[in-house]
C-alpha cells in the first residue's frame, strides 16, 4: 500500500513558477514508477508527466513539455514537478499517482493522491 500527499500548490501569476511536491509513504517508493495528472474544472483528467522507477524515463504531455519538469529523490520518496512559464490553463487539481507497472500518459495507475490545487491567475 502506498499513500501520496501532494504540496505546493497554490496561486501564482502567469508566466511565474510553482514547484509540487509529492511525498509517498512506504519502504519500496523506488520501485514505483510514478506521475502527474490534473484536472481543470469542467474537464476530464489528463495526464501531466510520468517518471520511471530510477528516473532515467520521463514522459510529458505536449501542453507541458519544455515548461515542466519532473524529478525524483528515492532517498526522501519524494517526487517533484517543476512547473516554469506557467499559463492560465495551467489551472486545475494536480494529482500524484504511483504504480509498480503504469507509466506513461495510460490512467490506470493503481495509487492517487488527494490532489492539490494551482491556480494561475493573470
Known amino acids: 500500500q502506498v499513500q501520496l500527499v501532494e504540496s505546493g500548490g497554490g496561486l501564482v501569476q502567469a508566466g511565474g513558477s510553482l514547484t509540487l511536491s509529492c511525498t509517498a509513504s512506504g519502504r519500496t517508493f523506488s520501485s514505483y514508477a510514478m506521475g502527474w495528472f490534473r484536472q481543470a474544472p469542467g474537464n476530464e483528467r489528463e495526464f501531466v508527466s510520468s517518471?520511471?522507477?530510477?528516473?532515467?524515463?520521463?514522459y510529458y504531455a505536449d501542453s507541458v513539455k519544455g515548461r515542466f519538469t519532473i524529478s525524483r529523490d528515492n532517498a526522501k520518496n519524494t517526487l517533484y514537478l517543476q512547473m516554469n512559464s506557467l499559463k492560465l490553463e495551467d489551472t486545475a487539481v494536480y494529482y500524484c499517482?504511483?504504480?509498480?507497472?503504469?507509466?506513461?500518459?495510460?490512467?490506470?495507475?493503481?495509487?492517487w493522491g488527494q490532489g492539490t490545487q494551482v491556480t494561475v491567475s493573470s
Open positions: 517518471i520511471n522507477w530510477s528516473g532515467s524515463n520521463t
Open positions: 499517482v504511483a504504480d509498480l507497472w503504469t507509466t506513461g500518459p495510460d490512467p490506470s495507475y493503481d495509487y
